[in-house]
């Protein structure tokens, strides 16, 4: 059983920066895909980032390319989800999620993602 724990979330202005980390709970980066997921009040739940698993290529979506980065720390199961520049639309719950492939990370499904942690919340003071 994979078990994901997110945390870094908290209350920010504008402008500022969070890092979010995801911890699995064994050495699965070389399996899995992470992706990044977030629901906004009165909203879909969105894709915003993911990393593939042996190749590490990444995606981004638009409305947060070039605002944040998204890495991972193989030794110690951990991807982390920079954010810099933020802005009150990213307010939402963040999670992480896995599906075990190889696969380029976008070309899953949301629902193709089996693994999910509990969420961290992220609000922007505006």
């Known amino acids: 059983q994979v078990q994901l724990v997110e945390s870094g979330g908290g209350l920010v202005q504008p402008g500022g920066s969070l890092r979010l980390s995801c911890q699995a709970s064994?050495?699965?980066?070389?399996?899995?895909?992470i992706g990044w997921f977030r629901q906004a009040p009165g909203k879909e739940r969105e894709g915003v980032s993911c990393?593939?698993?042996?190749?590490?290529?990444?995606y981004y979506a638009d409305s947060v390319r070039g605002r944040f980065t998204i890495s991972r720390d193989d030794a110690a199961s951990t991807v982390y989800l920079q954010m810099n520049s933020l802005k009150p639309e990213d307010t939402a719950d963040y999670y992480c999620?896995?599906?075990?492939?190889?696969?380029?990370?976008?070309?899953?499904?949301?629902?193709?993602?089996?693994?999910w942690g509990q969420g961290t919340q992220v609000t922007l003071s505006s």
């Open positions: 064994g050495d699965i980066m070389d399996y899995y895909a």
């Open positions: 990393i593939s698993s042996s190749d590490a290529s990444t």
């Open positions: 999620a896995a599906t075990r492939g190889a696969w380029y990370c976008r070309d899953y499904e949301i629902h193709e993602y089996t693994y």
